[in-house]
């Protein structure tokens, strides 16, 4: 074992006892929430989005030239990231009638336009 691997084993340790850690004040209800969201985003990776990008991989290798199959795939992965990151914002929490400087910007626009430049950088 390289001393690279060891340390990054002893990291994930640590922040899984502190992640442990942090629960110990939670009632079990709020910890049931936190299992079953859990096993919900397992559920969906394993059901829903492994197989379609495993779909979408085998019909873009027909459908996308060779030289642009990387970059298309990074721009793939970097449009879903964004589009998961921005899932908070969609329907602005927090702006309320009494404070609207809480998520003031038009997130829709900033999201479609940061899709087009990480689509622009594929070709």
């Known amino acids: 074992m390289t001393a690279v691997r060891a340390l990054l084993m002893a990291a994930g340790v640590a922040l899984a006892a502190y992640g442990a850690l942090l629960l110990v004040d939670d009632p079990p209800a709020v910890l049931m ?41 990074i721009a793939a992965l970097c449009s879903v990231v964004l589009a998961l990151v921005a899932v908070p914002v969609y329907d602005k929490p927090g702006m309320r009638p009494d404070n609207m400087t809480v998520l003031d910007r038009n997130y829709v626009a900033g999201f479609w336009i940061a899709l087009a430049v990480i689509w622009a950088c594929v070709p």
């Open 33 to 73: 929430r936190i299992v079953l969201w859990a096993a919900a985003g397992v559920v969906l990776h394993d059901v829903v989005f492994a197989p379609v990008c495993a779909a979408l991989g085998f019909a873009g290798r027909r459908l996308v030239p060779a030289g642009w199959r990387a970059p298309a795939a």
